[in-house]
């Protein structure tokens, strides 16, 4: 089974500072790889997803996540943190092969502080 | 188009009871997963269906039921409800089956507690 380590279950950042969420996956061969993000009291929602092509990708919001496989990684990123970034994110993967099961890390809650 | 709708929002059972958590989607999605979220552990697949009469099981599977009659439901039933099964629950949906890097839907959540 695949296993998905996020570093850090909280994260703190001033209002306009870098954000890094970082995410670091176990098998050899890549797979598809997720970042959702949940506000208090709701459903995940899809920020930005990397399946095959250019490793830097785009999401919502300002958010881009880079595959590094040389690293087994797919950090996520926002030059610049606003106020409403504040929630649970969390980096997911599932197999190219079977697809149908999918692994969530453990979760990253930021703050941003104004 | 509601997307993937969740009922109850809140349950409270004692331990022993059953029920059902109802999970819906009007997207005609074929893949539908239900998940447990749970504090530092994140989100923990219980049981998938890849359409309708087609249903397999997760990382965490045990304690739960699930059957897929339609396109549109997925229910997840506990039978003998434990504390253990306190937890969060979400109901997913994407398109395709073989489709595996297609957006996961995610309805509102059924927080579930149990005494």
Redesign the interface.
């Known amino acids: 089974?695949q296993s998905?380590t996020q570093l850090g279950?909280h994260v703190s950042v001033s209002e306009g500072a870098l954000v890094l969420l970082r995410c670091n996956y176990s098998s050899s061969v890549p797979p598809?790889l997720f970042w959702y993000v949940q506000y208090p009291?709701?459903?995940?929602?899809?920020l930005l997803?990397y399946?095959t092509g250019a490793t830097l990708v785009k999401g919502i919001n300002g958010f881009e996540a880079e595959f590094k496989k040389s690293e087994t990684s797919f950090h996520l990123t926002k030059p610049s943190a606003h106020m409403s970034d504040a929630a649970e994110y969390?980096c997911?993967v599932?197999?190219?092969g079977?697809?149908?099961?999918?692994?969530?890390?453990?979760?990253t809650s930021l703050t941003v502080i104004p | 188009n509601a997307g993937v709708t969740q009922t109850p929002k809140f349950q409270v059972l004692k331990t022993g009871q059953s029920m059902t958590l109802q999970c819906a989607q009007d997207m005609n999605h074929e893949y539908m997963s239900w998940y447990r979220q749970d504090p530092g552990m994140g989100l923990r697949l219980i049981h998938y269906s890849v359409g309708a009469g087609i249903t397999d099981q997760g990382e965490v599977p045990n304690g739960y039921n699930v059957s897929r009659s339609t396109t549109e439901d997925f229910p997840l039933r506990l039978l003998s409800a434990a504390p253990s099964q306190t937890s969060v629950y979400f109901c997913a949906s994407r398109t395709g089956t073989f489709l595996q890097a297609d957006t996961q839907y995610f309805g509102p959540g059924t927080r579930l507690t149990v005494l």
Not at chain 1, 41 to 46: A, D, F, M
Not at chain 1, 98 to 107: C, E, I, M, P, V
């Open positions: 089974a998905v279950s598809y009291n709701q459903g995940l929602q899809l997803k399946t969390f997911a599932s197999d190219r079977s697809g149908n099961q999918f692994y969530f890390g453990t979760g």
